[in-house]
């Protein structure tokens, strides 16, 4: 079974900065995606960065791009997502997401989720 590990999120004023990480455990399929979704109150989930096993080269939503960086560690399925400039539509749970890419199927493995709070 897959484990996700989340740490970091938290409060933090606009224009500051957070940083999660999430480390999956339990899975040696590969190829794999892993990334963030975040949803906010009243709100769909929806995806915020994600990248490939086979590319690494990560994808972002609009709305974070150029503020937020998601970064892998080498030979490793983990990933840190750093968080700046934060607005307080950025305030959500974000919940980390693992995808098993299986001939004729995905196997989508998620997180608890930590909230992230942007708020003076």
């Known amino acids: 079974q897959v484990q996700l590990m989340e740490s970091g999120g938290g409060l933090v004023q606009p224009g500051g900065s957070l940083r999660l990480s999430c480390a999956a455990s339990g899975s040696t399929f590969s190829p794999w995606a892993m990334g963030w979704y975040r949803q906010a109150p009243g709100k769909e989930r929806e995806l915020v960065t994600g990248?490939?096993?086979?590319?690494?080269?990560?994808h972002y939503a609009d709305a974070v791009k150029g503020r937020f960086t998601l970064s892998r560690d080498s030979a490793k399925r983990t990933i840190h997502l750093q968080m700046n400039s934060l607005k307080s539509e950025d305030t959500a749970v974000y919940y980390c997401?693992?995808?098993?890419?299986?001939?004729?199927?995905?196997?989508?493995?998620w997180g608890q989720g930590t909230q992230v709070t942007v708020s003076s």
């Open positions: 997401n693992f995808k098993e890419l299986r001939p004729g199927r995905t196997l989508d493995f």
């Open positions: 990248l490939l096993s086979s590319e690494g080269l990560p």
